[in-house]
T-cell receptor, first 117, second 114 residues
């Protein structure tokens, strides 16, 4: 099966500009996650969707970050306006089963590397 | 609250030597534990996971990990390192809950010396 797709792979913008990332999860995966991975750190969850509803967005900086998952499939993550500290890799992941299943596993896309200058 | 500590941000071993990457976790409830690998410019790939049952878990590429509740550890091992094992490795913890999220450690970069 096709993996999680993300675009673009790389993006360079100036601070105060806006940027959007796109994610297409694996077909049939109800849950979609957006992570921020700063250089030298592990991924940090920004937002989790179950179908097209938000399950957890407690670590999403809502003053500048927004995300949506239309029709419970594709998702976009937007930053407006960007700050220097937003430079990171933004990873999208999806899962078919929830954490109560022994088959629980998240599948990750290749990520989008954002550089804010 | 859950957390993960990976001991050693960088580990270097010779090709053919034992690989040992250390991970300790903190969780107030029985955890789910994961090891992910990340190759340069790629996303994360699941190596292995522990949910319930046998505490020694075997994964892909010859890796295995043992869940030790008394030590709150989930160390990753491989008997003989290969050059292709050079990558970043992340330990992660979750829990049995419909809304649980995965908490990742800060990662350990594994280098293999010829």
């Amino acid at each position: 099966e096709a993996g999680v797709a993300q675009s673009p792979r790389y993006k360079i913008i100036e601070k105060r500009q806006s940027v959007a990332f796109w994610c297409n999860p694996i077909s049939g995966h109800a849950t979609l996650y957006w992570y921020q991975q700063i250089l030298g750190q592990g991924p940090k969850l920004l937002i989790q969707f179950q179908n097209n509803g938000v399950v957890d967005d407690s670590q999403l900086p809502k003053d500048r970050f927004s995300a949506e998952r239309l029709k419970g499939v594709d998702s976009t993550l937007k930053i407006q306006p960007a700050k220097l500290e937003d430079s990171a890799v933004y990873l999208c992941a999806s899962s078919r089963f929830g954490p109560r299943s022994s088959s629980y596993e998240q599948y990750f896309g290749p990520g989008t590397r954002l550089t804010v200058t | 609250a859950q957390s993960v500590t990976q001991l050693g941000s960088h580990v270097s071993v010779s090709e053919g030597a034992l690989v040992l990457l250390r991970c300790n976790y903190s969780s107030s409830v029985p955890p789910y534990l994961f090891w992910y690998v990340q190759y340069p410019n790629q996303g994360l790939q699941l190596l292995l996971k522990y949910t319930t049952g046998a505490t020694l878990v075997k994964g892909i590429n010859g890796f295995e990990a043992e869940f030790k509740k008394s030590e709150t550890s989930f160390h990753l091992t491989k008997p003989s390192a290969h050059m292709s094992d050079a990558a970043e490795y992340f330990c992660a913890v979750s829990r049995y809950s419909s809304a649980s999220k995965i908490i990742f450690g800060s990662g350990t970069r594994l280098s293999i010396r010829p």
